[in-house]
């Protein structure tokens, strides 16, 4: 390999690149010769001059050895993946491309975020597949049990279509949510922003929540605060949203004769609205995730919806929509759980300035 020149087109090249993407010049033996200020940072080797070591030493990564070998042997540009950085957290495609004098140079581009955003979408293909099938087979099975026959005992064919009514409300709640996410997230949501009592939100919340939690021989509490001039900044239809998706998260996981209770309070700079209940509580390994879309601490724990006649709607939604809604006013989430005994979750909206 004729390596002065080969070097001095390689530097030639980087000061045209602004770094993207990372370039790396190897001999035949690849070895590399020169690189980017980026790929010694990727190689987790600051301060130390990769020149000389072999590619496999420097980056620890056999997928971008094997793309190169590959360009070697075959006389022309390859193309493959590789993960590299600390732990092999970043993924870059790797373009492979032989020299005429020997050697070659390698391009490697960062592509982290866009296989993330495959990934995001597999899981969501995935998720919303699983929450139609269920329902859907329900209602088919259910139908052609009436088709079959049932239908001609009045008791049997009236308990059917209840079962089917719900299910449909199911997926009626699965559509709902998944376009109120889908415009939350796509950040097309305008706020109203305007000074909000947070005692009259609560007290509106705790009005629409009754009836749900009566139906399941639950009462409701509105903890009472002191007369205050304290106001949120914020839009009372939003608000209003996650703190009822709050609470019916609380009726739908708490037993019969159990307590829900709202209440705000100030917090630093920030209104905190919550909603406290005694139900099952949420595992302390799964509270860092449960606000995620479609996450679920387990499957079984909506059968207690279920059970008495509620159609749990657990499809993993509403506490992402909750989340969506503080972000969007610069506040956040969070919840505070014991297993078996109760949860209490937050939402923190900005207070207004006096």
Do not use: C
């Amino acid at each position: 390999m004729e390596a002065t020149r080969a070097e001095a087109a390689f530097e030639a090249l980087l000061a045209r690149t602004s770094g993207d993407p990372i370039l790396i010049l190897a001999d035949d033996r690849l070895r590399v010769l020169r690189a980017a200020p980026q790929a010694t940072a990727l190689a987790d080797r600051r301060g130390t001059d990769l020149a000389g070591l072999s590619l496999i030493a420097a980056f620890g990564s056999a997928p971008l050895d094997g793309v190169a070998r590959s360009a070697l042997a075959a006389g022309e540009p390859v193309v493959g993946e590789a993960q590299l950085g600390r732990l092999g957290g970043s993924t870059f495609q790797v373009d492979a491309v032989p020299l005429p004098q020997g050697g070659l140079v390698l391009a490697l581009h960062d592509i982290t975020a866009l296989r993330r955003m495959e990934r995001v979408r597999r899981d969501f293909v995935a998720n919303i597949s699983h929450e139609l099938r269920t329902p859907i087979t329900s209602v088919k099975l259910l139908a052609e049990t009436l088709a079959a026959g049932a239908a001609e005992d009045e008791a049997t064919a009236r308990d059917f279509a209840t079962q089917i009514e719900r299910e449909v409300d199911h997926l009626a709640q699965l559509v709902d949510e998944l376009l109120e996410l889908t415009v939350i997230e796509s950040g097309e949501v305008r706020l109203a922003i305007e000074p909000l009592d947070p005692a009259e939100l609560v007290a509106s919340v705790a009005e629409r929540i009754a009836p749900v939690a009566e139906r399941r021989g639950m009462t409701v509490r509105q903890v009472d605060t002191r007369p205050s001039d304290v106001r949120a900044a914020a839009d009372p239809s939003r608000v209003g949203q996650a703190l009822l998706n709050l609470a019916h998260n609380a009726v739908k996981y708490s037993h019969p004769g159990g307590e829900i209770r709202l209440g705000w309070e100030p917090h630093e700079e920030m209104v905190r609205f919550w909603v406290a209940d005694d139900g099952i509580g949420v595992p302390e390994a799964h509270q860092g995730r449960i606000f995620e879309r479609f996450y679920k601490v387990d499957r079984s724990r909506a059968r207690i919806g279920d059970e008495e006649g509620v159609a749990s709607g657990s499809a993993g939604l509403g506490l992402a929509i909750v989340r969506h809604i503080a972000e969007a006013h610069g506040g956040e989430v969070g919840l505070g759980s014991t297993e078996g005994v109760g949860s209490t979750f937050w939402v923190d909206v900005p207070m207004t300035l006096p």
